[in-house]
């Protein structure tokens, strides 16, 4: 079974530094993907980046940008210019590219709170 | 706007009662899903639904129930026999990628 572990449950950044959250994740699988999710104090989630494991070109999305590493199964998430509207919980997400089951299912890291100091 | 819209934001339950989480769609996504969310557990998934009228159990179904008789719709009760009901819980539809809602805060008074 696939499993995704963020072993930072909190950081801290200083407003317009670079922070680096870290994930890992496990499968037997070869072809997949992988998304970063921010969670704000509203709660709501929104996507933040995502990666197809058969790119090798990390993903890059403005101050946002991704150190896929697939042989290390390894997935950070790097933050440039670090600003206080970062602040939230980040979630790593997988997804299996089987449909199986009916679905393509997401397995959920257990978050790192970033926080951003002034 | 598109979107998914969950209601309401904060419920309460006392023991013993059942309660319903709204969730509706307007981006006429087939797939919708619930997952609840713990402290220092992430999300897990509660049940999620392909198509109308066909819904399938996820990791933690139990003391669960759900309904999805329109493509817009895919209401969560959650029964009685759910021993540990307060947490947040989130709806998501997904096309490409998820779209979540905003989430509803249960509390069991």
């Known amino acids: 079974a696939q499993t995704v572990t963020q072993s930072q449950p909190e950081m801290s950044v200083q407003e317009a530094e670079t922070v680096t959250l870290s994930c890992t994740y496990d499968?037997?699988?070869?072809?997949?993907?992988l998304f970063w999710y921010k969670q704000p104090p509203s709660r709501q989630m929104i996507l933040v980046i995502r990666q197809e494991a058969y790119k090798q070109q990390n993903a890059t999305e403005n101050r946002f940008s991704v150190n896929f590493q697939k042989a290390a199964k390894s997935f950070s998430l790097k933050i440039s210019d670090s600003q206080l509207g970062d602040a939230a919980m980040y979630f790593c997400?997988?997804?299996?590219?089987?449909?199986?089951?009916?679905?393509?299912?997401?397995?959920f890291g257990t978050g790192t709170r970033l926080k951003v100091l002034a | 706007d598109g979107g998914i819209t969950q209601s309401p934001k904060y419920l309460f339950r006392k023991e013993g009662q059942n309660v319903t989480l709204s969730c509706e769609q307007n981006?006429?996504?087939?797939?919708m899903y619930w997952y609840r969310q713990d402290p220092g557990q992430g999300l897990r998934l509660i049940y999620y639904s392909q198509i109308v009228n066909d819904f399938q159990k996820g990791d933690i179904a139990e003391g669960y129930s759900v309904s999805r008789e329109k493509k817009e719709s895919f209401p969560l009760t959650v029964t009685s026999a759910q021993k540990n009901p307060t947490a947040f819980y989130l709806c998501?539809?997904?096309?490409?990628?998820?779209?979540f809602g905003s989430g509803t805060r249960l509390t069991v008074v």
């Open positions: 981006l006429n996504h087939d797939a």
């Open positions: 998501a539809s997904r096309l490409h990628g998820y779209t």
């Open positions: 997400a997988y997804r299996s590219p089987s449909y199986t089951s009916g679905t393509y299912k997401y397995i």
């Open positions: 499968t037997s699988e070869s072809d997949y993907y």
